[in-house]
């Protein structure tokens, strides 16, 4: 405070001295002047002038002092809030990068993983087909164990232990996978089946279906056919007539198996070929599954119609496999064929689609096809035939020798109603036996 004081009054003397004018003046005078300086600075007013500048000089100190702190204190807020930001943003790279890591070391245990599965999988195809199918099953079975441990152990660790419960689980969750192991092969084993006989797809239904036994049922039994669509009191209540008429109905109005439908488009395909003179030969009726995809041949003079139907759902495509067997089944007719004039034409008739690639395959092969061709199921399906005797005779869809009937005769026909044939002088050849139990 002191040396503040000195340096202050120091000053105002030099600013004094400085603008006072010693030129001309003697001792005297200046030592007057000195000594009225000296009064000055003795006086009250110095004084106070001394001390209100050093309070002033005081505050500014203070104030000085106040600034500094402030400027101190947000140097630091910013020194701590940089540092927080950047050791977040280091923290967020460093999650980021052991991330990564986790996920290539995740990745490279998945890689490991598949390569061993691969090389067992190779191994064991290598050995065998079947020892593959083997060792696949094994490993599907493998992971549903991991599941059923993972339940036991639930049941083991829970708050009330289920001890029982878990060993009985443990039983049941072997018998399943036994069950499923046996499953799972199985499965397998239809598929190769399924790929090197890709015409089982299209009769897997009936295969499977218990409808595909009942004609030979009936033919066996000698049980008139009719029984399958008439109660034995209708039987014994209504004419010849009406008996087979009803039956007829149901038949056609019923819900009929794929294979019956089948057989239907295909009986209206040749009833539609027949009509322009063709001589008919129901191949898939006849053979089923063996019919190597020709399911009519439709001949007249040396001109061969070699037709597969399928009768299937809209929103089905057919595929190339059925282009090309049906362009392989027509070769070989023709080779097998005597008459060696003969010109074939292959079709193919759908009330589905042909795929993209099927359809360019066709075109390529020239096999010809029909799509969105629909059964008509109200076309006349009574066959009027005249026997070599004379006797005439009509058959029903469902009876035994319907497909084996050619109608080509001048008296023969194809009757709507089974009052239309009997009023032109037709029977139906079946006679009664008996119901089947």
Known sequence: MCMEVIIVICIIIVFVLYNTNFDGESKEELRNKIRYLEQKLNGDDFKKLLVQTSREIENRKKEAENEAREIRARGRKYVDSLTQRVTGELELKKLNLQNDINNFEIEKENLIKRNSFLEGLYSSFQESYISGRYWLVEQYIEVVAEKDFAEIEFFKNKKNPAI??????????????????????????????????????DYQNEILNDEITRDTNY???????????????????????????????????????NKDIGKMYERYLGYFYEKQGYDIQFIGIEKGVEDLGQDLICSKGNEVIVIQAKCWAKNREIRERHIFQLFSTTLLHKMENSNKKA???????????????????ADKLKVKYVEYFSLDKGYPMIKCNVGKQGEKIYHLPFDQMYDKVKISGEDEFYAKTVEEAENKGFRRAFKFKGFSS
């Open 219 to 257: 033919v066996k039994s000698g049980v008139d056919p009719v029984n399958r669509f008439l109660n034995p009191e209708e039987y014994s209540a209504l004419s010849t007539t009406q008996k087979n008429q009803l039956a007829l109905t149901r038949y056609i109005q019923g819900n009929l198996s």
């Open 343 to 361: 010109k074939y034409t292959s079709i193919l008739y759908t009330t589905a689609q042909l795929s993209p690639l099927a359809r360019d395959i």
């Open 164 to 201: 029982k419960a878990s060993e009985k689980l443990a039983e049941i969750q072997l018998e399943r996978r036994e069950l499923l192991r046996k499953y799972k092969f199985l499965e397998y084993q239809l598929k190769t089946y399924e790929e090197y006989f890709p015409f089982l797809l």
